[in-house]
C-alpha cells in the first residue's frame, strides 16, 4: 500500500504500540514541518499523512506505507 494516496477524511488505521489503531486523515504533509508536537522531515517525492486518533482524538504522523485504508 505504499504507493496509495490519502485525503483528508479518509478513515484510515495502523499499528500502533497496543495494536492496530483507527482515526481519520487531516492533511498531507509535504515539505519539512511542526506536526504532532514533533519536526516532520517530508517533501513531495516522500509525503508524511497527520491523523487523528478516533480513540484518543491525538495526532499523529505517518509514512503512507504505515497507513491502510479502514473498513468501516
Do not use: C
Amino acid at each position: 500500500m505504499a504507493n496509495d494516496e490519502f485525503t483528508k477524511g479518509d478513515h484510515v488505521e495502523w499499528d500502533s504500540h497496543g495494536g492496530k489503531a483507527v482515526g481519520r486523515v487531516e492533511e498531507k504533509i509535504t515539505e519539512d514541518t511542526k506536526a504532532a508536537g514533533r519536526t516532520v522531515r517530508a517533501s513531495k517525492d516522500d509525503p508524511q499523512y497527520r491523523v487523528v486518533s478516533d480513540k484518543s482524538g491525538n495526532d499523529a504522523v505517518h509514512r503512507p506505507d504505515s497507513l491502510r485504508k479502514h473498513q468501516d
